[in-house]
Nanobody
């Protein structure tokens, strides 16, 4: 019912910025909370940020607070992650996801996932 496609990844120098986008298809997109997760080589998938269906409520993992901003444009069926002041430890594959539940940082409760986009931060 919902398909997600991430874009905007790439290679950026430490301290730089990237904006990730997640294009969603589905008539009920605006009723779902959406989140970003990331996974680095050899590590488990990690929660990054979530935004509720209306865009009024957001939550971030501590390591990205003050640097990343999650937003959504329901009219465009698109989720965004603005990443500033990037650090080497931000290097990972970033995934967008949709949950029919309330906003959550638990990956198991997300119903749909994109295939990911690579973000590499260099020194």
């Amino acid at each position: 019912q919902v398909q997600l496609v991430e874009s905007g990844g790439g290679v950026v120098q430490a301290g730089g910025s990237l904006r990730l986008s997640c294009a969603a298809s589905g008539r009920t997109f605006s009723t779902y909370a959406m989140g970003w997760f990331r996974q680095a080589p050899g590590k488990e998938r990690e929660f990054v940020a979530v935004i509720n269906w209306s865009g009024e409520t957001t939550y971030y993992t501590d390591s990205v607070k003050g640097r990343f901003t999650i937003s959504r444009d329901n009219a465009k069926n698109t989720l965004y992650l603005q990443m500033n002041s990037l650090k080497l430890e931000d290097t990972a594959v970033y995934y967008c996801a949709v949950t029919k539940a309330l906003s959550t940082d638990v990956a198991d409760w997300y119903d749909y996932w994109g295939l990911g986009t690579q973000v590499t931060v260099s020194s």
